[in-house]
């Protein structure tokens, strides 16, 4: 192999707290989703005005159908959903990618739903207009249902942005909203839609978001041009050659099929099916980006983030990890050393500028926290991230390895070309 791309591959408000080779290129960010042809527009001011480039993105919000491992235990009448058309088995709700769509193409992804959502890549001091559009639901047309984008726990002073209903707007079905934001802290964040909240979270409106620090622009001494780093953290601490990027949730298969089939979900009652990556469960969470043409991977068309890590020997990676899910979470790499640099994206750092990171092989994470993670590659091999709670390691409660597992695979020195996509 001589490229990465070869290589194979509870208190609902306490909760949201807080206010695949794919991209689409744009001054000062990445989107990265599941379409490989999205022109991005690009406004940029006058030379003469003293500010940052305007970053241009679209999403439109709608349903769809998904897909889980097969072979997990099945789960009569719940799932696998007898409306879903095959090769799907699961009802979700999603955000898409329609960034440089034409409006017949936008309307057209309507019941194209992708969890999780496309992962999005910013550098800090970057102007941001994000325009949500709200498709309306292909399954359940009776649901008037809006839709908000949240980023949580961005610090945005301006409510209207903010994507709760209750202090901004939430995009009723037809029309289109556009957000404004201008990032000022690196890190890694998520969103989410904020409109009926605990259901649209759970059935799959949610996604990554990262800012890059201004230190990428200027390297610490002694690091040449184009190093990476995860923060400003003064002293190329953070520095990294690969990232990855996870968004962790957990999928209740009643909820989703009650409400493909027009039934109420007493959510008291939440009891997960599935635990997922990035919207996959394990194998899956080994499946290349995108949607690749074989039958396998056909099935995770929206679902196209991977998280499978490919690294070379003595490279250092960092992870950003999410939890947008119900449930703690604590991941684990065996024989790995992993060490936390970040938590909610703030540089564990004390008011003298010291240190704090958190060096083990496992990694905390509650509801609605990130962590962002960094580890050295050791000697070439397969090496195992999982949730340390084997109850979370299985496929709709059935036998064999599933859940929230996906492998590390460690190349010799030299062999994958340099990273330029995050998840790749």
Known sequence: MTSDNQQRPLSRRALLYGGAATVAAVAGGRLLGSRLDAPTPTTVRPAAAVVPPVTEVHFAATDGWASMPAGARQNPPFWPDSLAPSPFDLYVFGFRDVTGMDDATVKAQRGKAQISAPLLAF?????????????????????????????????????????????SISVPIGRDFTYFYRPHE?????????????????????????????QN?????????????????????????REF??????????????????????????????????????????????????????????????????ANEGDRVLLRVANLGYQNHSLTADGISLTTVAKDAALLVGRDH?????????????PGESRDVLFTAPAPGTYLLYDRDYGYLNNGGGSGYGGQMTEILVSPAGTLGPQTIPNT
């Open 217 to 241: 622009k200027s390297p610490v001494a002694g690091d040449p041009p184009g190093t990476k780093y995860a923060y400003n953290d003064g002293d190329g601490s953070t520095r990294y050659q």
């Open 354 to 366: 010291s240190k704090h990171y958190l060096t083990g092989n496992s990694v905390e994470i509650g």
């Open 245 to 310: 990027a996870f968004m962790l949730t957990e999928i209740w298969a009643e909820a989703h099929y009650r409400d493909a089939h027009i039934q109420t979900t007493d959510w008291t009652d939440f009891a997960p099916s599935f635990w997922t990556m990035n919207g996959r469960a394990y194998p899956d969470t080994l499946v290349p980006n995108g949607n690749p043409t074989s039958t396998a991977a056909g099935r995770l068309q929206y679902q196209p983030n991977s998280s499978l890590i490919t």
């Open 123 to 167: 550098d800090q001091d970057t102007d941001i207009k994000l325009t949500l559009t709200n498709l309306g639901l292909s399954v359940r047309p009776d649901l008037t249902d809006g839709h908000t984008v949240h980023w949580h726990g961005f610090q945005n002073a301006i409510p209207l942005f903010d994507g709760v209903p209750e202090l």
């Open 186 to 214: 690196a890190g890694t964040y998520m969103y989410h839609c904020h409109f009926e909240d605990v259901e649209h979270v759970q059935m799959g409106m949610t996604g990554v978001v990262f800012v890059r620090p201004a």
